[in-house]
């Protein structure tokens, strides 16, 4: 099949994409119930079990050699308490956040991990049961929650800007922490007029140490893009008034351009019941692309686009000709957080589509849009590149790649992306293993592109044991250079990031 | 939470006439976190345009409020169903702060402790009602 047949097929499976998502708390269903059930059978659920009791700092037992350059922590976010009381939440983005810090001093690494004190988990301790509906729970037990933040679980992701560390969420505000001892010190508020409003979880770090962010926030049907100093300061931002407003998990960064994927799934306002839910996925009215000038965020245009559906972008670019270039893992709908996700917090297994790792092409004056496929980058997730990089052109992308069509089955390989060489180099994971995001870490010593680590954790469900892997990022195939491992298991997480002590 | 500003700033300030046959109605406002700030409340009686397209049929304000609870009395009010909005102008710049979306920045509350969700509760479920007795209620504000 040549280029031109991929690219048709895929558009032509892209404008057919439906959802398939399914109901919320029939009334009899014990999730509990069928999830512990199900996990006897199936021993790689445990990655999706929970905890609810933080861990104490441990030092970890070190296979293989440690670079002597590598100091600083990693951080990484993900839900964890996936129950509360008797309620087993119904999807796998409800649970709330728990920091985990894995902390390089040159000789020796730990491990501890802590729950985000979050005003939500403070209400329900107190009552002793789940008050609020979350991203994919609803009931008549719970309520909707008064604010976005007393609902806020800060559970995607964590960064370090200007010296702080923030857990991230997507729907309000970013909670700080303490970078030591990952204690939660309060909401971060960066101005009184942006006080208590969605900071999402995929921030992006410009060249020169300018943070930009923006939220989506459906209630009000509005976007906001936040643009933050390196010192921390909120120095600009911009309302986008969007009615049925779509959902915006990541964006993109130019030289000169920011650039918001916007998705045919819509926010229904008049809608009710779990926040996932009131999303309508409506291929037939396409895609937008919203490009905002990055010195005058008030220059907004859109651009068509054909229907699909992206969690995270690995970067962008602009090339000679003023095309913006991306490469991304594209879903042709979101089959997989609106069925997949929900049904594996009962133990069943949904399949759905897997996304594809795509290079993308958009011209911000015609309106061009193209895409072309990474053929080996099949059921790919969790793109991340060398961070230095972010927003020029990128040599290396790096990639969690699964089974395909069960994403919830978890990610087995860990695969790097040469687009100069137009080669990838891989390592699959043992065959009791799913393993989870891998960020890059830059070699200190170096300021060639590439040139570093990759880092990330993964689940020994057979052993019950988790472990932190550290790969040369040039050589991943020859597998982890070394391995950290736990004495027991954590959750499965989502997002984390590496800072240089 | 637009809805919130108009009603909160005028509620305190203007209302209409008083009955004949009236009880008093001594209000606690508690959960204040600082002192020194304005606590302005409206007493409302009906649904319609509840709570920020409505004039209150009275109010209080009161200044320099100390931390945690504050009571007052409001005279005057016939037999009849009602509810109280009221916000806190923590920084006394005589304005309901919000955020860009109209979230409020600053302590606000409903009797019954009614709470909306993104928004204000109904005047069904901030509602109490008086009868020919005095009567006593407590509510907290918080943001």
Same mark, same amino acid.
């Given at each position: 099949?040549?280029?031109?047949?991929?690219?048709?097929? =895929?558009?032509?499976?892209?404008?057919?994409?439906?959802?398939?998502?399914?109901?919320?708390?029939?009334?009899?269903?014990?999730?509990?119930?069928?999830?512990?059930?199900?996990?006897?059978?199936?021993?790689?659920?445990?990655? &999706?079990?929970?905890?609810?009791?933080?861990?104490?700092?441990?030092?970890?037992?070190?296979?293989?050699?440690?670079?002597?350059?590598?100091?600083?922590?990693? &951080?990484?976010?993900?839900?964890?308490?996936?129950?509360?009381?008797?309620?087993?939440?119904?999807?796998?983005?409800?649970?709330?956040?728990?920091?985990?810090?894995?902390?390089?001093?040159?000789?020796?690494?730990?491990?501890?991990?802590?729950?985000?004190?979050?005003?939500? @988990?403070?209400?329900?301790?107190?009552?002793?049961?789940?008050?609020?509906?979350?991203?994919?729970?609803?009931?008549?037990?719970?309520?909707?929650?008064?604010?976005?933040?007393?609902?806020?679980?800060?559970?995607?992701?964590?960064?370090?800007?200007?010296?702080? !560390?923030?857990?991230?969420?997507?729907?309000?505000?970013?909670?700080?922490?303490?970078?030591?001892?990952?204690?939660?010190?309060?909401?971060?508020?960066?101005?009184?007029?942006?006080?208590?409003?969605?900071?999402?979880?995929?921030?992006?770090?410009?060249?020169?140490?300018? !943070?930009?962010?923006?939220? #989506?926030?459906?209630?009000?049907?509005?976007?906001?893009?936040?643009?933050?100093?390196?010192?921390?300061?909120?120095?600009?931002? +911009?309302?986008?008034?969007?009615?049925?407003?779509?959902?915006?998990?990541? $964006?993109?960064?130019?030289?000169?351009?920011?650039?918001?994927?916007?998705?045919?799934?819509?926010?229904?306002?008049?809608?009710?019941?779990?926040?996932?839910?009131? $999303?309508?996925?409506?291929?037939?009215?396409?895609?937008? +692309?919203?490009?905002?000038?990055?010195?005058?965020?008030?220059?907004?245009?859109?651009?068509?686009?054909?229907? $699909?559906?992206?969690?995270?972008? +690995?970067?962008?670019?602009?090339?000679?000709?003023?095309?913006?270039? $991306?490469?991304?893992?594209?879903?042709?709908?979101?089959?997989?957080?609106?069925?997949?996700?929900?049904?594996?917090?009962?133990?069943?297994?949904?399949?759905?589509?897997?996304?594809?790792?795509?290079?993308?092409?958009?011209?911000?004056?015609?309106?061009? %849009?193209?895409?072309?496929?990474?053929?080996?980058?099949?059921?790919?997730?969790?793109?991340?590149?060398?961070?230095?990089?972010?927003?020029?052109?990128?040599? =290396?992308?790096?990639?969690?790649?699964?089974?395909?069509?069960?994403?919830?089955?978890?990610?087995?390989?860990?695969?790097?992306?040469?687009?100069?060489?137009?080669?990838?180099?891989?390592?699959?994971?043992?065959?009791?293993?799913?393993?989870?995001?891998?960020?890059?870490?830059?070699?200190?010593?170096?300021?060639?592109?590439?040139?570093?680590?990759?880092?990330?954790?993964?689940?020994? #469900?057979?052993?019950?044991?988790?472990?932190?892997?550290?790969?040369?990022?040039?050589?991943?195939?020859?597998?982890?250079?070394?391995?950290?491992?736990?004495?027991?298991?954590?959750?499965?997480?989502?997002?984390?990031?590496?800072?240089?002590? | 939470?637009?809805?919130?500003?108009?009603?909160?700033?005028?509620?305190?300030?203007?209302?209409?006439?008083?009955?004949?046959?009236?009880?008093?109605?001594?209000? @606690?406002?508690?959960?204040?976190?600082?002192?020194?700030?304005?606590?302005?409340?409206?007493?409302?009686?009906?649904?319609?345009?509840?709570?920020?397209?409505?004039?209150?049929?009275?109010?209080?304000?009161?200044?320099?409020?100390?931390?945690?609870?504050?009571?007052?009395?409001?005279?005057? !009010?016939?037999?009849?169903?009602?509810?109280?909005?009221?916000?806190?102008?923590?920084?006394?710049?005589?304005? %309901?702060?919000?955020?860009?979306?109209?979230?409020?920045?600053?302590? #606000?509350?409903?009797?019954?402790?009614?709470?909306?969700?993104?928004?204000?509760?109904?005047?069904?479920?901030?509602?109490?009602?008086?009868?020919?007795?005095?009567?006593?209620?407590?509510?907290?504000?918080?943001?």
């Amino acid at each position: 099949m040549d280029r031109r047949q991929l690219l048709q097929g =895929f558009a032509l499976s892209l404008a057919a994409g439906m959802v398939t998502g399914s109901p919320v708390l029939a009334a009899g269903d014990n999730w509990k119930e069928d999830f512990t059930r199900a996990l006897k059978q199936k021993p790689w659920l445990l990655g &999706y079990k929970g905890v609810d009791q933080n861990f104490k700092k441990t030092n970890l037992k070190i296979d293989g050699k440690l670079p002597e350059n590598l100091k600083g922590i990693f &951080y990484r976010n993900g839900p964890a308490r996936h129950e509360v009381g008797d309620l087993r939440y119904r999807h796998w983005f409800d649970g709330d956040g728990m920091i985990h810090a894995f902390n390089f001093d040159g000789e020796s690494v730990t491990h501890h991990g802590r729950f985000v004190d979050t005003i939500k @988990t403070e209400k329900e301790t107190e009552a002793g049961r789940a008050l609020f509906q979350t991203f994919g729970t609803a009931g008549s037990s719970l309520t909707s929650g008064c604010s976005a933040d007393e609902v806020n679980v800060a559970n995607i992701s964590v960064i370090k800007h200007n010296g702080e !560390l923030l857990a991230l969420w997507e729907g309000g505000s970013a909670y700080r922490l303490d970078g030591e001892t990952l204690e939660t010190l309060g909401l971060k508020t960066w101005t009184e007029e942006t006080a208590g409003l969605p900071f999402s979880a995929h921030p992006r770090v410009d060249q020169d140490g300018t !943070l930009w962010n923006f939220g #989506y926030a459906p209630i009000f049907g509005a976007l906001i893009v936040y643009r933050i100093s390196p010192t921390g300061q909120l120095i600009d931002r +911009a309302l986008v008034q969007k009615p049925a407003t779509p959902m915006v998990h990541d $964006f993109l960064i130019t030289e000169n351009h920011l650039i918001l994927i916007l998705p045919p799934y819509h926010f229904d306002n008049a809608s009710e019941g779990a926040f996932v839910d009131r $999303f309508n996925w409506s291929p037939e009215k396409g895609g937008r +692309a919203l490009i905002i000038d990055k010195n005058n965020l008030a220059a907004q245009h859109e651009i068509e686009l054909p229907p $699909f559906w992206v969690f995270h972008f +690995a970067n962008a670019f602009e090339d000679s000709s003023g095309d913006i270039c $991306f490469d991304a893992p594209i879903y042709q709908t979101p089959d997989v957080m609106t069925s997949s996700f929900r049904e594996i917090m009962r133990g069943n297994e949904v399949g759905s589509d897997s996304a594809q790792l795509m290079k993308c092409r958009l011209n911000p004056l015609t309106g061009n %849009f193209d895409m072309t496929e990474i053929e080996e980058a099949v059921a790919s997730e969790f793109p991340r590149i060398d961070q230095r990089m972010q927003g020029r052109r990128h040599r =290396f992308t790096a990639v969690m790649r699964g089974q395909e069509g069960a994403a919830y089955k978890g990610i087995n390989q860990l695969m790097s992306i040469d687009h100069q060489q137009q080669t990838t180099e891989s390592y699959t994971f043992p065959a009791t293993e799913m393993a989870e995001e891998h960020v890059f870490v830059p070699d200190p010593d170096s300021i060639e592109e590439g040139k570093g680590w990759l880092m990330g954790t993964s689940l020994d #469900y057979k052993r019950g044991k988790s472990a932190l892997n550290l790969f040369d990022a040039q050589r991943v195939s020859d597998g982890p250079v070394a391995r950290m491992e736990m004495d027991y298991a954590i959750p499965l997480g989502l997002h984390g990031n590496f800072y240089s002590s | 939470m637009r809805f919130l500003k108009t009603a909160l700033i005028t509620s305190g300030v203007l209302f209409a006439g008083t009955a004949l046959h009236a009880a008093d109605l001594t209000v @606690t406002v508690t959960g204040l976190e600082t002192p020194g700030g304005t606590i302005s409340v409206g007493v409302m009686d009906g649904a319609e345009g509840f709570p920020n397209k409505r004039k209150a049929l009275t109010g209080k304000r009161v200044e320099n409020a100390v931390a945690g609870s504050n009571s007052f009395t409001i005279g005057g !009010l016939s037999a009849g169903r009602y509810a109280i909005a009221g916000w806190y102008d923590e920084n006394t710049n005589g304005k %309901f702060d919000t955020n860009l979306m109209g979230m409020p920045n600053e302590p #606000y509350g409903f009797s019954n402790d009614a709470r909306g969700s993104f928004g204000p509760p109904s005047f069904e479920d901030a509602s109490f009602v008086v009868g020919e007795e005095n009567l006593s209620i407590t509510f907290q504000m918080a943001k």
